[in-house]
């Protein structure tokens, strides 16, 4: 008879052996090929990678190329597409003149004047040539924030030297200027240039009402200290001083809020709500061609119509489906990337078809352009800011319609070019892009940058402008949020802007200008 003891062994060795089937199956689930599909992929040093974080994921794709880059020319090649880059080119003989002028004849302020202004407007090109050429070798996120960046450096350093100088109220009419000239000039002549080819152009209504939103903040921003000054003016109980310093106090709290709204602001383009600023984005209306042309001679001048238009990037074989999602930002980067696109009237599709993209310099030699080009662009608009009292004083001009006219030309001329001609290519969503993404980074940016620069360097600026800018500035904002609307442009509309346009030059053309509330 067995004991106790030998009993529980031999029920546990029974136990035993009805486990084992289970034990051989989950051995085989184990080594099967669930199991091998969970295991962590190690590389060839046998360590296991880490996972990619989302914020690192979306990094990495600042540095994806959107084509293939070819190989670097040789420096020879290089410097004749630097010579070659634009017939504004034939202007760089002005900047030997300009600096000559400046040393042999310091009393001709008009010569130097003329000669700066000419000598700076090829520079700006080149700065946009060069910065375009480095935007190749990264992918068009980045591109596009390089292109937002350095887009208004011609504006950003004739404003540090301004202010370096006291010339206040040079920097606060030049930046509004630039602003307004985008607006209406650059903006009304893409909109009557496409419409002298297209009945009816469409653009992406969400992004420009967004757009203006942002201006609006801003004009709000600048009107605001002008309404804080007229509050108090009237009360006996605070002197000048003490407003003056309110004044300032109040300027350097918003110019940090703008700057702040102006980082949202291209994190929102660029990586939250990338697909509004694509030119194929689903809120753009159909553009439609005329009849019969009527600004076309030999032809009929028959009415609207025919509904079209350009396919949109995402039908176009040069752009692979990695492209789609990629923002459209304003500048010249985004231009060249679809400058080989069909042509919307003829169908055709350009020649220019190539799986790499061409290089034109190095990255040496685009470094090297970008750094002498922004040298000779500093000394040659210090010529040009020296130059300017000397200009007024003459009684042949007036010093705000040179700031609020002049100046912007020096650094948008490349900038109208490039809107327009690609509005013609019936691509208005980035001819917006350019004009007004340019408006925004100089009213978000450009001038709270400039303040708090002022504020560093003990120069008092202020966002408290001159109550005629304010309000021009305001009524354009307007005009132009009217116009935007309806997300359909025409010529006539365009023709509005530039009337407009040249309405403001009339009035600074006569405008004497006011005595700056605070000076240096």
Same mark, same amino acid.
């Given at each position: 008879?067995d004991?106790?003891q ?18 051989r199956?989950s ?12 295991r ?16 690192r994921?979306?990094?990495?794709t600042?540095?994806q ?10 420096a020879?090649?290089?410097?004749q597409?630097?010579l ?15 600096w000559?002028?400046?040393?042999a ?13 000419l ?6 090109k ?17 591109a596009?924030l390089?292109?937002?960046?350095? @887009?208004n450096a011609? /504006?950003l350093?004739? +404003?540090?030297? %301004? $202010? *370096? ?7 606060? #009419? =030049? ?12 903006l ?5 240039a ?7 152009q469409?653009f ?8 203006t939103s ?17 509050a ?5 109980d605070?002197d000048?001083?003490f407003?003056h310093q309110?004044i300032?106090?109040?300027?350097h ?8 709204i102006?980082?949202f ?26 009849? @019969?042309n009527?600004? /076309?001679?030999g032809? +009929?001048?028959? %009415? $609207? *119509? ?7 990037l #995402? =039908?176009?074989p040069?752009?692979?489906p990695?492209l789609?999602g990629?923002?459209s930002?304003?500048?010249?980067a985004?231009v060249?990337a ?8 003829s169908?055709?599709?350009a020649s ?10 190095s990255?040496?030699?685009?470094f090297?352009?970008l ?18 009292d000397g200009?007024?004083e ?7 319609f040179?700031g609020v006219?002049l100046?912007?030309i020096?650094?948008?001329a ?5 809107a327009?001609m ?6 208005l969503?980035?001819?917006?892009s350019?004009?007004v ?9 450009v ?9 560093i ?6 966002l ?5 800018l ?5 009524l ?10 309806d997300g359909?442009?025409n010529?006539l509309?365009g023709?509005?802007?530039l ?9 600074f ?7 700056s509330?605070?000076s240096c």
């Amino acid at each position: 008879m067995d004991t106790p003891q030998k009993q529980g062994q031999i029920q546990e060795q029974e136990a035993f052996r009805d486990t084992t089937p289970l034990l051989r199956s989950s051995q085989l689930s184990f080594s099967g090929s669930s199991y091998g599909a969970n295991r962590p992929t190690r590389d060839s040093s046998g360590n296991v990678p880490r996972k990619r974080s989302i914020f690192r994921e979306r990094a990495a794709t600042l540095l994806q190329h959107l084509k293939k880059a070819g190989q670097p020319p040789i420096a020879r090649k290089s410097v004749q597409a630097i010579l070659l880059a634009s017939y504004l080119n034939v202007f760089l003989v002005c900047i030997p003149i300009s600096w000559a002028l400046n040393y042999a004849l310091p009393s001709h302020h008009t010569l130097i004047f003329v000669f700066s202004f000419l000598a700076i407007i090829p520079l700006a090109k080149l700065l946009a040539f060069a910065t375009d050429e480095l935007s190749l070798r990264v992918g068009q996120t980045l591109a596009g924030l390089m292109n937002a960046t350095l @887009g208004n450096a011609i /504006e950003l350093i004739i +404003s540090i030297i %301004g $202010l *370096t100088k006291c010339e206040l109220s040079i920097v606060q #009419s =030049s930046l509004v200027g630039s602003i307004l000239s985008n607006l209406l000039l650059v903006l009304g002549t893409c909109f009557f240039a496409g419409g002298l080819k297209f009945s009816e152009q469409g653009f992406a209504l969400i992004a420009a009402q967004m757009n203006t939103s942002l201006l609006t903040i801003s004009v709000i921003a600048v009107l605001l200290p002008s309404a804080f000054v007229m509050a108090l003016s009237g009360s006996s109980d605070e002197d000048s001083a003490f407003i003056h310093q309110q004044i300032l106090a109040m300027s350097h709290g918003v110019a940090i809020i703008l700057m702040s709204i102006y980082a949202f602001y291209l994190f929102f383009q660029l990586f939250s709500h990338k697909t509004l600023y694509q030119d194929d984005s689903q809120d753009i209306l159909k553009s439609k061609k005329y009849g @019969g042309n009527p600004f /076309e001679f030999g032809t +009929s001048s028959g %009415g $609207l *119509t025919s509904e079209c238009t350009a396919r949109p990037l #995402s =039908s176009s074989p040069l752009f692979s489906p990695q492209l789609q999602g990629q923002p459209s930002v304003a500048g010249n980067a985004t231009v060249n990337a679809i400058q080989s696109t069909s042509d919307p009237e003829s169908g055709n599709i350009a020649s220019t078809q190539r799986d790499e993209e061409e290089l034109q310099m190095s990255i040496a030699m685009s470094f090297g352009l970008l750094v002498i080009v922004t040298v000779l662009v500093a000394v040659t608009a210090d010529f040009l800011v020296d130059s300017i009292d000397g200009l007024a004083e003459t009684g042949m001009v007036s010093k705000e319609f040179i700031g609020v006219i002049l100046l912007p030309i020096v650094g948008n001329a490349a900038e109208h070019v490039t809107a327009v001609m690609v509005s013609v290519k019936d691509k208005l969503t980035l001819s917006i892009s350019v004009a007004v993404g340019s408006s925004i980074q100089i009213a978000l940016f450009v001038i709270p940058f400039s303040v708090t620069l002022g504020w560093i360097l003990d120069k008092p600026l202020s966002l408290l402008f001159d109550p005629l800018l304010s309000i021009v500035l305001f009524l354009s904002v307007l005009t132009v949020n009217y116009v935007i609307q309806d997300g359909k442009s025409n010529w006539l509309e365009g023709m509005i802007l530039l009337c407009l346009y040249l309405i403001i030059c009339i009035t600074f053309w006569y405008y004497p200008g006011t005595p700056s509330v605070l000076s240096c």
